[in-house]
């Protein structure tokens, strides 16, 4: 689930900053957060039981 959101966010990001359609900082936050959770994910890993 956190990959599927990592990449959906820099989907967009990057499709924004392709097409030079900025809403403000909303894009750059949206890459901010994807960056945020793929080092949380990296740091916890997985629990495997």
């Known amino acids: ?6 990449g959906i966010l820099l989907v967009i990001w990057v499709i924004a900053f392709v097409a030079k359609v900025t ?8 890459l901010i957060i994807a960056v945020a959770l793929l080092i949380y ?4 890993g997985r629990n495997v039981t």
């Open 23 to 30: 809403a403000g900082g909303l894009i750059h936050l949206f």
């Open 1 to 6: 689930m956190w990959w599927s959101l990592i």
């Open 41 to 44: 994910r990296l740091l916890t």
